[in-house]
């Protein structure tokens, strides 16, 4: 990545951010430079003021994605402002494929026990492993049903069964005919 203009993040602890292109020019004719104020509106409603202190050149393509429409600020100052127990999803995009596992081994050296990495391969086998489970439950319930409506149908067959066979002795008995 490439600033337009300023620098990147100053040595000191005040809330300064790099902005990308499409924000430092939102409309034609107005641009946000470097030493401006701009107002970051928090999920919690909370507005906080950050000092421009650099603007990215447009067309950067990075890892992460499009950085035209994105805020960089420290980490420091991010977490002043969300106050995190803990980062719940961090993303990471692999430039190709066989550098997955390289990635991943890589993050599980340097943090250990501490992170738990999991690759869209991991995460599409866990949901294949939940559905299996899911339609081994239904095969379950729509056997034991299955055995149930058997039971019940041969139970009342064979009470008809008995019930007939004495209709039949008793006429018998009495000698009727067929």
């Given at each position: 990545?490439?600033?337009?203009n ?115 391969q991991q ?33 009342i ?9 004495r ?12």
């Amino acid at each position: 990545m490439e600033l337009e203009n300023g620098t990147v993040y100053p040595p000191v602890t005040v809330p300064y951010a790099v902005i990308g292109h499409d924000i430092a020019h939102p409309i034609p004719n107005i641009t946000i430079q470097p030493s401006s104020t701009i107002i970051l509106k928090l999920s919690n409603g909370n507005m906080v003021p950050l000092t421009v202190y650099g603007v990215l050149q447009s067309t950067q393509s990075v890892v992460i994605g499009d950085t035209s429409d994105a805020i960089f600020i420290p980490l420091s100052e991010a977490r002043a402002l969300i106050n995190p127990l803990g980062y719940f999803l961090v993303v990471l995009q692999a430039g190709s494929i066989s550098e997955i596992n390289t990635i991943t081994t890589l993050l599980s050296y340097i943090y250990g026990n501490s992170l738990t990495v999991t690759t869209i391969q991991q995460a599409v086998s866990s949901v294949q492993v939940i559905i299996t489970s899911f339609s081994f439950l239904v095969i379950l319930i729509g056997s034991i049903s299955l055995f149930v409506g058997a039971v019940g149908i041969m139970g009342i067959t064979l009470a008809r069964v008995y019930q007939r066979t004495r209709e039949i002795g008793i006429m018998k008995t009495l000698r009727a005919n067929n």
